[in-house]
C-alpha cells in the first residue's frame, strides 16, 4: 500500500489513519483512539507505526505488566528510576554480573539459522550496553519429538545459528537446556542467556541526559529488514508465518565482535552518558526509551542514519529491526574522541539529533517534521490490560488419572535404557560440541553436569550459571511447576558449589487474549516471585513471549530461570561424575518423599505415554536446607561428586554420574513403594553424593546441622551400574553400554536419513 | 623472551595467549594491532584464534594482506619465531608461511573439545620438552580445521619431519577414530622447513591450567625457551 507522508512543516494537518492501516500494525480502535488523545491530533503514519510497534506486547507488555509487578525488583523499577537493558547482581570486589535471557521463538520458527543466531547477538548487545564484557551465553531450546523431519531441521539449524554467532564473537557458551515435547513442534522455543561482567563503578546506563549532548547512531546500516518484527512477536504462528520470512533480521556476528570492542573501550572515553542498543523497534525504541528514562526529549533526522538501501521512507528507518546497532547519548564537543573509538574498530558513528528538554521524541526528514511524540507515551504509557483467567479445563483430566492403575514394569534394564535413550534425558554434547565453551579460558566446569562454572579472574571465586524448566510440571500445576524450576535451578547451583545469587527469568505462553492462557501465565508468575522472594534470588531482568501457539496447540507454560550462583573457591568446586572406586554413594533429602512422585515424570511420559497427574510437591524450607548442606559439604572438601535427581528420578541420576566418571556403582535401595517409583520417581529436594568413606562422620555432623536426611546407597567401583530394590536386581547394565545409548543418542537420531528437509 | 599476540578486528584469543604467556609463562608480552607496520620487536609472533576479519570469505584469507603480516612476513624469513593457533594456522597457511590448507571438518560442523595428540617430532623449537610419542590432552574449537595439501607436500612434511602433532586415540594410535576433522594423516600441527615458524589447529593456549582441564599445552610454548637458551 503506498502511503505518503503528509507533506507540511508541520504536523498538525494530518489525516485520520484508516482503521485498515492501524489494525494491520497490531493496533486496536481503542488504542488508536488513544494516540489520539495523546497527541491531541491524528498521527502521522510514521507516529503511528511507532506506536503501533512499542505498544506491541513484545514492548510494551500491554497484558504481562500488571502481572509481572508481583516482582519485586520490577515494581520498583517501574515505580523509580525505570528499567534497564539488564540487571545487575553484586559479587563482591566492586564487581558486578549482569545478565539476560530473551526469546526468539517466531522467528526461529520461521527461519531458524538467522532467527537464533540474533537472539544470541540481541542478548550480548543487552549486556556490554550496560558497560559488561559478555562472559557466558546459555541457551534454553525447546522442540518437537525427533523423529519429524521437520523438527531435525529446525533443531539442527537453531544449534548451528548459535554456533555461528557465538563461536565468531568469542564468548563461551557454556550451558543450558534442550527439552523435547509435541506441544513445541509448531512453535519451538529459542531463548538465549548471556552474562557479562562489569566494575559496579562503571555501569552503563540507557539514559539520554544534559540538553543539547549529541545523540550518535553506531554500527551497521539500516536496512529494511525486521521491519515490524516485534509486532510480529505478538501474534500467533499461522501458516501464513512462513511469509513473515522478511521480518527476520539477518545476523553479522562479526560487526558484533567490533560493537562489543568498540563499545566497551568507547565507555572508557567517559564521554558517553548512555547508551542503548537498537533491538526490537529499532530507532523508535531507542530513542524514545532514553529520553523517556532520561525525563528529557529528543531530535533526530533520519536522513543522518546510514542507509544500505536507497529510498526508504521515514517510517522505514524508525521501524527498521536491522541488527548491530547501537544509539549512545554523547557529551557535546566531544563526539570526534567517541567516533575515532569506533573508527579504530571499522565502525561508523554519525551523530543523528540532540537531546533536549521538552519529553518529546521528534523526528526530521531533513527540514520536515515526521513525527512529535511524548517520549513517555511510547516507552512507559503503553495501555496495559487486566486480562480474564480461568482453569483450564485440561487439569481435570489430568488430575483424574489413576496411578494405581498403572502396570509395574517387567523389565528395569529397559525401562532405565529407553529414559537414557529420550532426546530430553539423553546427554546433549551433540549440541555443546558445537559451541566453543572454553574461549575466554576461565569454563572450570564445562557443559554437562548440573551447571557450567567460570572462575572470574583476580579473584578466588568462580560463578556458576544455569537455565531450566520443566514445561509438563508447569502445565499440570503452573504455579508449583515455576516453584520448581526456581529450586531445581538452586539444587543445580549447589551441586557445583554454588549459593545463588540472582534471577533471570523469560518466560513463554500461548496467546493471553485466551484466559485459559493467562490463568497459565499469572499462576506460573505467583509461583515465579513466591520462590525468588523464599530463595534470596532476586529477579534482575526478564522477558515475557506470548502468542506461542499455532492452530493445533498451545505451548507447555514455561517460565525459563536462568540463575546465577557464587563460588567462594573456584577450586573447590564440585561436578556429577563418580570420582574413586570405593567411594561411598550417600542420597541426601530435604524431607521424605511423597508416595506419589510419578505425576508429569518422564517415565510417565516414555514409558506409559502420559503427561498427567500433579507435580511432586516442593517444600521450599527443604530444598533449601538441603542445598546449604551440600554447598557446606562441597566448601568443606568432603565431597568428590555431586548430582541431583530431576528428569528419571535416581536411577538417571546415578546412571549420569557412572557415564560421566566412566565408572560404576553398586547400589542397594530400601523402599516402601513400587520399585518403578523408587528408581524413576522425580520427587523433589534430593542430591546424590559420592564421598570417600572417612568422610561420612563428617558430612553426617552437616546433615545433622541442616536437619535433612540421608540415606546410604552404596559403593562406587566396577564397570557396571546396579541397583537393587529391597534385596532384589533392578538394574544391572555396564556402564559402557548406557553410555553409548546416552551419549549418542541424539546425533543417531540426527543422523538419520532425513535430517535435512 | 618477548612475546607478541597479533589483534585482528575479529581476534577472540588474543586475550588467552596474552594470558598464558604472561600469567602461566612469566615471559614479557604485548598486543600488536592489525595496522601496525613493526613487530615492536617481538622475539615470537602469536597469530590467535579467532575470526580476523569475520571470515565470511575464506578463513584467512583476508588477514594475509593486512599490515601486520607483512612484517610477520620479514620477522619469519629473518629466522624469527611465529606461531599460528587455530585461525592463526589458517591464516599461516594462506600468507604461504605454512604449505596446505585448512578446510571445513568432515562432520560440516564446528567442534569444541578436548583432543589427544601425539607428538612427533620432538626436534623442533615447539616440541623439545615432549618426548617422541607423548599424548597430549589440548582442546580444538574450530568449523575449517581438515588439513589438506597435495601429495608431494605431504610426502615432503613427512619425509623432513615437519609434522610436529598428530590427533590420535587415547593410546596414542593416529587412526581415523582418533581423527576429529579428516585431517589428512591425521596432521594437527606443523613447522616450515627451517622450524621458526609453526602452525597448530588445537588451542595450546587453553591448556595451561589444571583448572581448565588440562596443562600440557605449556609444553609447546615451554620448548620454545628452551630452544632459545641453548
Known amino acids: 500500500m503506498a502511503i505518503t507522508e503528509p507533506g507540511s512543516k508541520t504536523i498538525e494537518r494530518t489525516m485520520p489513519i484508516s482503521p485498515e492501516i492501524y489494525r494491520e500494525m497490531g493496533l486496536t480502535d481503542e488504542e488508536y483512539g488513544k494516540v489520539v488523545e495523546v497527541l491531541g491530533r491524528h498521527p502521522s503514519y510514521t507516529e503511528v507505526g511507532m506506536y503501533a510497534v512499542m505498544w506491541s506486547e513484545h514492548c510494551g507488555y500491554k497484558y504481562s505488566r500488571p502481572v509481572l509487578r508481583l516482582f519485586k525488583k520490577y515494581r520498583e523499577a517501574l515505580d523509580g528510576a525505570g528499567l534497564e537493558n539488564a540487571g545487575v547482581i553484586d559479587i563482591g570486589d566492586g564487581q558486578g554480573i549482569v545478565m539476560k535471557m530473551e526469546t526468539h521463538n517466531h522467528p526461529s520458527a520461521v527461519e531458524p539459522f538467522q532467527g537464533a543466531a540474533t537472539g544470541v547477538g540481541g542478548i550480548l548487545r543487552d549486556i556490554f550496553t550496560m558497560g559488561a564484557r559478555p562472559i557466558a551465553c546459555l541457551n534454553s531450546l525447546r522442540f518437537g519429538e525427533l523423529d519429524d523431519p521437520h523438527t531435525r531441521y529446525l533443531f539442527e539449524n537453531v544449534v548451528s545459528g548459535i554456533a555461528f554467532y557465538g563461536n565468531c564473537v568469542g564468548v563461551p557458551t557454556i550451558g543450558g537446556e534442550v527439552v523435547f515435547e509435541d506441544c513445541y513442534a509448531g512453535n519451538c522455543i529459542v531463548s538465549a542467556m548471556s552474562a557479562g561482567i562489569v566494575n559496579t563503578d562503571e555501569i552503563a546506563l540507557a539514559c539520554a541526559k544534559g540538553t543539547g549532548n549529541s545523540v550518535m547512531y553506531v554500527g551497521s546500516r539500516t536496512g529494511r529488514d525486521g521491519i515490524h518484527g516485534a509486532t510480529f512477536a505478538s501474534v500467533e504462528l499461522t501458516e501464513e508465518s512462513e511469509s513473515r520470512r522478511s521480518n527476520v533480521q539477518v545476523g553479522d556476528p562479526f560487526q558484533e565482535k567490533l560493537l562489543i570492542e568498540a563499545t566497551l573501550e568507547a565507555l572508557k572515553t567517559g564521554f558517553i552518558v548512555g547508551i542503548q542498543d537498537m533491538g526490537a523497534a529499532g530507532i523508535t525504541c531507542g530513542t524514545c526509551e532514553t529520553a523517556a528514562k532520561g525525563d528529557s526529549g529528543m531530535e533526530v533526522d533520519v536522513l543522518k542514519v546510514p542507509r544500505r538501501e536507497q529510498g526508504m521512507t521515514p517510517y522505514e528507518v524508525m521501524l527498521s529491526e536491522s541488527q548491530e546497532r547501537m544509539l549512545a547519548i554523547v557529551e557535546k564537543g566531544r563526539e570526534p574522541e567517541v567516533e575515532a573509538v569506533f573508527r579504530k574498530w571499522g565502525l561508523q558513528a554519525v551523530v543523528i539529533g540532540h537531546v533536549t528538554d521538552d519529553g518529546l521524541v521528534r523526528v526530521f526528514e531533513g527540514d520536515e517534521i515526521v513525527a512529535e511524540i511524548p517520549a513517555k507515551s511510547l516507552a512507559d504509557e503503553a495501555p496495559t490490560y487486566y486480562l480474564e483467567t480461568e482453569e483450564p479445563d485440561y487439569l481435570i483430566d489430568a488430575r483424574a488419572f489413576d496411578f494405581a492403575k498403572l502396570p509395574e514394569p517387567g523389565d528395569y534394564n529397559e525401562v532405565l535404557s529407553k529414559l537414557l535413550d529420550a532426546s530430553t534425558i539423553a546427554s546433549k554434547e551433540w549440541v555443546y560440541r558445537q559451541y566453543d565453551h572454553m574461549v575466554q579460558t576461565n569454563t572450570v566446569i564445562m557443559p554437562g553436569s548440573d551447571a557450567a562454572a567460570l572462575r572470574i579472574r583476580g579473584t578466588k571465586k568462580a560463578i556458576a550459571l544455569v537455565a531450566d524448566c520443566n514445561g509438563r510440571y508447569c502445565y499440570l500445576d503452573p504455579f508449583v511447576g515455576a516453584q520448581i524450576a526456581v529450586a531445581e535451578s538452586a539444587r543445580n547451583l549447589a551441586c557445583t558449589g554454588a549459593r545463588p545469587m540472582g534471577v533471570t527469568d523469560c518466560v513463554s505462553f500461548g496467546n493471553p487474549e485466551k484466559p485459559q492462557i493467562f490463568w497459565q501465565f499469572r499462576r506460573a508468575i505467583e509461583g515465579l516471585s513466591e520462590a525468588c522472594e523464599f530463595f534470596g534470588t532476586p529477579v534482575i531482568s526478564g522477558n515475557v513471549s506470548f502468542y506461542n501457539e499455532t492452530p493445533e496447540t498451545a505451548i507447555y507454560p514455561t517460565p525459563v530461570i536462568g540463575m546465577l550462583g557464587l563460588i567462594d573457591d573456584a577450586e573447590k568446586h564440585c561436578t556429577m561424575d563418580f570420582k574413586a572406586a570405593g567411594d561411598t554413594v550417600v542420597m541426601l533429602s530435604g524431607r521424605k518423599a511423597e508416595e506419589n512422585v510419578l505425576g508429569g515424570s518422564e517415565y510417565l511420559k516414555v514409558i506409559h505415554g502420559a503427561v498427567a497427574g500433579a507435580p511432586p510437591v516442593i517444600d521450599m524450607a527443604a530444598e533449601k536446607r538441603l542445598d546449604s548442606c551440600v554447598i557446606e559439604a562441597i566448601g568443606a572438601g568432603l565431597v568428590n561428586s555431586a548430582h541431583d535427581c530431576s528428569d528419571g528420578g535416581l536411577a538417571v541420576a546415578l546412571a549420569e554420574s557412572c557415564i560421566s566418571g566412566k565408572i560404576g556403582a553398586d547400589i542397594a535401595i530400601a523402599s516402601d513403594v513400587a520399585a518403578s517409583v523408587a528408581l524413576f520417581g522425580e520427587a523433589q529436594s534430593r542430591i546424590v553424593v559420592s564421598l570417600a568413606e572417612a568422610n561420612i562422620p563428617e558430612l553426617a555432623k552437616l546433615v545433622y546441622k541442616h536437619g535433612i536426611i540421608c540415606e546410604r546407597l552404596g559403593k562406587v567401583g566396577g564397570d557396571a551400574l546396579r541397583v537393587a530394590v529391597n534385596g532384589s536386581v533392578a538394574i544391572d547394565h555396564s556402564v559402557e553400554t548406557i553410555a553409548d545409548t546416552w551419549k549418542n543418542s541424539i546425533a543417531r537420531k540426527m543422523e538419520g536419513p532425513e535430517s535435512r528437509e | ?230
Open chain 2, 1 to 230: 623472551m618477548k612475546f607478541g599476540v597479533v589483534v585482528f578486528p575479529g581476534s577472540n584469543c588474543d586475550q588467552d595467549a596474552y594470558c598464558a604467556i604472561r600469567d602461566v609463562l612469566g615471559q614479557p608480552v604485548e598486543y600488536i594491532w592489525h595496522q601496525d607496520k613493526d613487530l615492536h620487536g617481538v622475539d615470537c609472533v602469536i597469530l590467535p584464534g579467532g575470526f580476523s576479519y569475520g571470515d565470511y570469505l575464506r578463513t584467512g584469507a583476508i588477514a594475509r594482506f593486512s599490515p601486520v603480516m607483512e612484517a610477520v612476513q620479514k620477522h619469519a624469513a629473518d629466522g624469527g619465531y611465529v606461531i599460528g593457533i587455530c585461525n592463526g594456522f589458517q591464516v599461516l597457511c594462506e600468507a604461504h608461511l605454512l604449505p596446505g590448507a585448512l578446510v571445513t571438518n568432515n562432520g560440516l560442523k564446528f567442534i569444541c573439545e578436548y583432543v589427544d595428540l601425539k607428538v612427533e617430532n620432538t626436534k623442533t623449537p615447539w616440541t623439545n620438552q615432549c618426548k617422541s610419542g607423548d599424548v597430549l590432552s589440548i582442546p580444538i574449537a574450530h568449523h575449517g580445521g581438515r588439513y589438506v595439501c597435495d601429495a608431494d607436500v605431504l610426502a615432503d612434511l613427512e619425509a623432513s619431519g615437519q609434522v610436529i602433532l598428530r590427533y590420535c586415540d587415547a593410546a596414542g594410535d593416529a587412526n581415523e577414530a582418533g581423527n576429529p576433522n579428516g585431517s589428512l594423516n591425521n596432521i594437527a600441527g606443523i613447522v616450515n622447513k627451517a622450524g621458526n615458524v609453526a602452525g597448530m589447529m588445537p588451542h595450546p593456549e587453553r591448556a595451561v591450567e589444571d583448572c581448565l582441564g588440562s596443562t600440557d599445552g605449556i609444553a609447546i610454548f615451554r620448548s620454545l625457551l628452551e630452544w632459545t637458551k641453548r
